[in-house]
């Protein structure tokens, strides 16, 4: 990015710390601190990157941290994803932004130490390779139009069948096994290969023309709209998209063909795709998991003997009998109480509150670290005992307790859902700030 665009962002971002900063309830030295590391954790990435993992990373994790704290001090609304039993433990957002200090302290410093060993950056075309092209390439430039026709017909044919007979749906208990390994094809053919399998293609044209048409992008990003119907996965679509965009973004003016002009329809397109995919998702959705019932909805919570080690059980976490409702109920308002008091914000319309959730909420991070932190029995233990479970079909995994998800409530030999706790708030089951930062 250029030093203008950089100025112009952090500009934005300055602003909302400071109004952030004028919320914040608990230290607001550490609130500070935690900008400044974030902000430099989002400069590294966007200033001279180094590759396009460490783009996304860092991108995702000042997204899920701080961005998501600042828009929720701001805006007042509650988190979407489980907190465990942050609020009714007392726990401290202090001790949250603390390990989220610690975590990305330990992400820049493995982008210093890759500068520091002067390695050449994976993102930007450095130079035209002028080179005898291969016959492959002699191929595919010649039936280009004929090699797209049949990429769109596999795509529509495999999410059809996808839907109809439930081979790899999001959330969903495969309704049809195949024999051995064709669900994993399938599945890893519709999210990840159609997509690559073009990516290949466009690489061709970059090391071979130097161009990339905005007929091809768009076709790419109408293919990554359908997989991620065929999948009921919204975040399919972004996680897709946002790979060609950063490479785009950052090479734009070593394509011969490529204006801003162009990349601005481009981008245009995708945002016009993300709606439909987003529209469409959410129907498919409505229809397949219409019957989903909660088995009970606790608010107080307990982890079965079986799920995590015999040492690290609290006695009061076994619980012998339910939750009567109104002791639901009441739980239900005092955390909502907790919440709304603790921050001072404004209100905001319904329509915004489902970007936000859309935009911000759906990354997964600060809430894994405030159920994490909160969690009395951390150890080493917890932390190798979770490493080594396996997804099994029926099994509620650990974290869904640890966080008080309403998914461990649901049926799971017929629904496939979990929240997931993020790395920092993994790597903290060990109650280790060290172990965080490696």
Known sequence: MSKY????????????????????????????????????L???????????????????????????????????YRYVEPIGAFYTANA??????LIAIIGAIGVISSSIIYRLTKLKSTIYIYENYIFKKPIIYKFYDTYRIYIYIIILFITLMLVYLNIVYQIQLTGIVPKTILI????????????????????????????????LEIKYLVFFAFIVAITSIGLLSRGQYVFMLGAIIVFLLFNYNSLNNLSMKNLLIYISSVAFLYIFVIHNVSLLRGYYFSDIS??????????????????????????????QE????????????????????????????????????????????????????????????ALKTKATIGKIDIYQYISNAHYKDMDNMKFAFATIPGSMAFFYYTGSLLFVYF
């Open 42 to 76: 989002l400069f590294s990435a966007l200033y001279k990157p180094i590759s396009y993992s460490y783009v996304f990373l860092s991108i995702f994790l000042f997204l899920v941290m701080w961005l998501k704290l600042t828009l929720h001090l701001i805006f007042d």
């Open 326 to 385: 109104s002791s639901i109920q009441e739980s239900s308002i005092q955390e909502s109480s907790i919440q709304e008091s603790s921050i001072q914000g404004f209100s905001i319309p319904e329509s915004l509150h489902k970007i936000l959730r859309l935009a911000v909420d759906r990354w997964i991070g600060l809430e894994g670290l405030m159920a994490v932190s909160s969690y009395e029995h951390k150890s080493f233990e917890l932390f190798l005992n």
């Open 294 to 323: 909660i088995q009970s909805s606790i608010q107080g919570f307990s982890i079965p003997e079986s799920s995590i080690p015999e040492s690290s059980i609290p006695e009061s976490s076994i619980q012998e009998s339910s939750i």
């Open 5 to 40: 665009s950089l100025m112009f962002l952090y500009t934005i971002l300055s602003v909302l710390y400071a109004y952030g900063l004028t919320i914040y309830s608990e230290s607001k030295v550490l609130y500070t601190i935690f900008t400044l590391v974030y902000f430099s």
């Open 92 to 97: 401290r957002m202090d001790s949250v932004l």
């Open 180 to 211: 051995y390994p064709l669900n994993a094809i399938i599945s890893w053919t519709i999210g990840t290969g159609l997509s690559v399998l073009l990516l290949v293609l466009f690489s061709l044209d970059v090391k071979f023309k130097n161009a």
